[in-house]
């Protein structure tokens, strides 16, 4: 999934894969039976789309609706990495008049594992219950998927001509790794999903909590992450006879003085117009600080980083999380090995990052290796052009709604799309309950009576971001 962080209130940050969709009445009347989102959503969630199932016959599903709704084939492209036919990606075009680079979508179609008997309804199916839309993959992102095929397919009854292409992306293999989904897609099909202007709706928030919409964040950016192995070695020898150099002893003592430090501040664009706006849901010193961030009062941001979310925010965090050492209990180890993952900033390199972790080691003998490279993911400038496009967007459908940019401390599948040079952003369209969120886990839902509204906005958000003279 990818992870959405949103700003919550005191509690810190959450992640999540946002999405809600139920099926109530489309309040444009522009409900159609083939093409409704709920109905597209019920044949999704009835498809088991985990990594060993495969997306081939959820592609096979939405590909059928739209040559139905008279997409031309050749604006249907079915594409699969030919070591893995079975991770089937659709690649969906409405024509626009060739003004300025496409618009692309990224929708990812499958979904992470769900055994029946954790749940207490079918996984692999759409439950209507007590206003809860249950299935694996409603809230992440199947949901989503839904919204975007069915705006797509109303744009296309309505005979709207966009400025720009509109491009939809169904791809396979985000919760396992997507290097045969969007990846593989950059990669090797560029030509397919070339963009101007990324959007993700599995990313971005729209959340609330105590049944009241409390904000939607744009999602702009993400940590990407580099995973290291410190290694120290040494000859060995019979534990009868300790000495001072002990590969164990030296590995922790690196470790501990990795405990203790702090990468610098550093705030970005988007963290400093995240605290500006998140602070008035705050109150005391949190609130006085978060002011404060929001302006780049680097000493604010320290004592905010007292907790661990926003920590994460305002640097870039190296952490140990596996540590494995000796071959016998009567032996003096010959080799103690940790790993330790850092999540980091946009702008940092794995470079950078793997120099000041041999500086804060500070012991030349513990050797440094990357064992998992960062796909470096460059911030989507929150600009104001941009952002003017949500504000408007959203206050049509909510008015006065707080929307802010926000950076994930997880990742999404736009950490490719922004590699590639495409500028790419959140679009969550359906809100979230801040407190019960289910994605990847038992009973994953969504509410019903929300569903309607998100398929407006994302309507009303494709058509905004395909108009001319759209940012
Ligand atoms: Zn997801």
Redesign the pocket.
């Known amino acids: ?2 992870k959405v962080t949103v700003g919550l209130l005191g509690a810190g940050l959450l992640s999540v ?1 946002a999405s809600v969709a139920a099926g109530a009445t489309n309040p444009s009347g522009a409900a159609n039976p083939s093409g409704d989102a709920r109905t597209i959503l019920g044949e999704l969630l009835s498809i088991d789309t985990t990594y060993e199932k495969g997306t081939a016959a959820a592609v096979d599903a939405l590909r059928t609706r739209f040559l139905a709704a008279g997409f031309p084939a050749a604006n249907l492209v079915v594409v699969a990495n030919s070591a893995n036919p079975t991770q089937s990606n659709l690649i969906v075009t409405l024509k626009g008049h060739g003004k300025g680079k496409a618009l692309l979508y990224l929708c ?1 179609l499958d979904v992470v594992a769900a055994k029946p008997e954790d749940w207490s309804v079918p996984p692999f199916a759409l439950t209507e219950k007590d206003g809860w839309i249950y299935g694996r993959g409603s809230l ?2 199947k949901g989503e998927d839904a919204n975007v095929a069915a705006a797509l397919l109303r744009l296309k009854r309505e005979a709207y001509v966009p400025a720009r292409d509109i491009i939809v992306a169904f791809t396979a293999d ?1 919760e396992a790794g997507g290097g045969e989904g969007v990846g593989w897609l950059v990669r090797t099909h560029r030509d397919l999903i070339d963009a101007g202007l990324v959007l993700n709706p ?1 990313s971005g928030t729209g959340a609330f909590r105590g049944g009241r919409r409390a904000f939607y964040g744009v999602q702009t950016s993400e940590k990407s992450y580099v995973t290291f192995a410190a290694e120290a070695t040494n000859k060995g020898g019979h534990s009868s006879e300790p000495r001072p150099d002990n590969a164990i002893y030296a590995l922790t003592a690196g470790l501990d003085r990795l405990a203790v430090y702090k990468f610098p501040i550093r705030l970005t664009d988007t963290v400093l117009a995240f605290y500006a706006r998140q602070a008035q849901f705050e109150s005391g010193t949190r609130q006085a600080d978060m002011r404060a961030v929001g302006t780049g009062d680097t000493a604010a941001a320290e004592r905010l980083a007292t907790d661990p979310t926003d920590n994460a925010q305002v640097r870039t965090t190296c952490v140990a999380t596996m540590l494995e050492a000796g071959h016998a209990e009567n032996a003096l180890p010959q080799r103690a090995r940790a790993t330790i993952q850092c999540r980091m900033l946009p702008g940092d390199t794995q470079e950078q990052t793997k120099a000041a972790l041999e500086r804060v080691l500070a012991d030349p003998a513990l050797k440094l290796t990357i064992t998992r490279a960062a796909t470096p993911s460059p911030e989507s400038p929150p600009s104001a052009a941009i952002m003017a496009v949500y504000d408007r967007v959203v206050h049509s459908m909510w008015p006065g709604l707080t929307v802010m940019p926000s950076m994930d401390a997880g990742a999404s599948d736009s950490k490719y799309t922004r590699a590639a040079g495409m500028p790419s952003y959140g679009a969550a369209s359906n809100f979230f309950d801040l407190e019960d969120m289910r994605a990847h886990g038992q009973d994953e839902r969504i509410k019903a009576t929300l569903f309607a509204e998100g398929g407006e906005f994302t309507y009303r958000l494709m058509k905004a971001f395909s108009t001319a003279g759209a940012p």
Do not use: N, V, Y
Request: some cysteine; charged content about 40%.
């Open positions: 999934m990818s894969c990812h992440d992102m985000e599995d």
